[in-house]
């Protein structure tokens, strides 16, 4: 008797099927082709949350900085592509209470928009917006409650700056 299917086929079009593999378009030729230099400006911070600009443009630069794709650099001049951004959002919301109906969480919430622009001739290549959540306890001592804010804050940034990174260099 004849088999019609194989098992081991159907396994090796399945690994294919999901392995994530693309095929890069005209949207995907921004980066690479357009240069692996990078300078990244102090992002804006367009909340009433302060810090938020310096903190979110190191996470995004530490990431940079380990990326084998591209090189940061702290000189615009030399630089191929300007990456700038805004921290356009910043919330902190209950999101827990306990048995005796006193808050327990709160998550920060954090919102960015994030431009690639070519230096040669200021073209944006690429714009995207970015959004992380992040849940912290909450504190009785209002100095303790703003300290986890403020780390949940750090973790909210380096999640997005993660994402950046991810989208960046998706089409290497």
């Known amino acids: 008797m004849k088999r019609l299917f194989c098992p081991w086929v159907l396994l ?3 690994a294919l099927a999901g392995c994530g593999y693309h095929v890069p378009t005209a949207g995907d030729a921004w980066v690479g082709q357009q240069g692996r230099v990078v300078y990244v400006q102090l992002f804006a911070n367009r909340t009433i949350e302060p810090y938020l600009d310096t903190i979110v443009t190191d996470e995004v630069s530490a990431q940079l900085a380990r990326s084998r794709l591209l090189a940061l650099v702290e000189d615009r001049a030399i630089a191929d592509l300007l990456l700038t951004g805004t921290v356009t959002a910043f919330d902190s919301r209950v999101v827990a209470y306990d048995a005796d109906d006193d808050i327990s ?3 920060a919430d954090m919102t960015i928009n994030a431009r690639l622009v070519r230096r040669s ?6 714009q995207e917006e970015f959004r992380r959540s992040e849940t912290y306890p909450a504190q009785l001592d209002k100095s303790l409650l703003q300290s986890e804010e403020s780390l949940a804050a750090r973790v909210v940034a380096r999640r997005i700056a993660e994402d950046l990174l991810a989208r960046l ?3 290497f």
Not at 121 to 126: I, N, P, R
């Open 105 to 107: 969480e709160y998550a």
């Open 169 to 171: 260099t998706a089409a």
């Open 12 to 14: 090796m079009l399945l």
């Open 121 to 126: 001739d200021g073209a944006t290549l690429w």
